[in-house]
């Protein structure tokens, strides 16, 4: 019995270290500007205001789509991005001056689907200059193999988010614009793809050089 008192100040200590009273833990300053540090993609990561019509080469092009969503595990055919159950559920559209494509990551190539130049079904005339690349997010939630249509359209939010923030981050990187948005001409979009009922079309990514 003699333990006991010992062990209530022990028990008090460690409801104090784990409750509201615990005393702050200061973390370390980010290393955004050390030699290859990760971290300085972080620091560059902004939604951008502005966009150049300058023309974007294919290397940035494959690039972001394989940093995107590509087969990053050929032996399982997985991808740099996570999806829920695995299902896989985003494609990846780009819209260019010359027409509109759609990702075959399997392939890493670009299918045309049109020769229509899109741009403006996203982008209108709200930004001075039009810029040559913008990719549209699509999640088919027919691919979850279960879940109540709430459960599909929140996993499909969700994946279409992490294959975003792999683009956003890629262009932090390469010291490009970009912007993740939801607006669009919702029905032109959907007409031109001929998306079916299950596809959804979330987020558009214009990308360009900074202006
Ligand atoms: C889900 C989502 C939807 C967005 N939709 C739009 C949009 O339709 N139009 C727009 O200009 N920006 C849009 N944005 C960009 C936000 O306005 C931007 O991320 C926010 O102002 C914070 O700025 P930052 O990204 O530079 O930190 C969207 C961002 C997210 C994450």
């Not at 300053?29 to 990561?45: I, K, M, W, Y």
């Not at 780009?94 to 079904?121: C, N, P, Q, W």
Request: aromatic letters at 10%; glycine letters at 4%; proline letters at 4%.
């Amino acid at each position: 019995m003699k333990f006991l008192p010992a062990l209530i100040v022990i028990s008090l200590l460690s409801i104090k270290s784990n409750g509201q009273n615990a005393t702050v833990k200061k973390l370390n300053a980010p290393d955004t500007v050390g030699e290859n540090s990760f971290l300085e993609v972080f620091q560059n990561r902004s939604s951008a205001h502005e966009f150049s019509s300058e023309p974007l080469s294919d290397e940035i092009l494959s690039e972001i789509l394989w940093a995107a969503n590509g087969v990053n595990r050929p032996e399982s055919g997985k991808r740099t991005a996570a999806s829920a159950l695995n299902a896989q559920d985003v494609d990846i559209y780009v819209f260019e001056a010359e027409g509109t494509y759609l990702y075959d990551y399997k392939e890493h190539a670009l299918k045309m689907i049109s020769d229509t130049d899109g741009r403006t079904f996203f982008l209108g005339s709200q930004y001075e200059e039009l810029p040559p690349l913008v990719f549209l997010l699509v999640s088919d939630v027919s691919r979850f193999s279960f879940g109540t249509e709430e459960m599909r359209l929140e996993w499909a939010a969700i994946d279409v988010g992490l294959v975003a923030q792999n683009i956003m981050l890629y262009c932090a990187w390469r010291d490009l614009a970009a912007r993740p948005r939801s607006l669009m001409e919702h029905e032109k979009v959907i007409e031109l793809l001929q998306l079916t009922e299950s596809k959804h079309a979330l987020l558009n990514i214009p990308v360009s050089k900074k202006k």
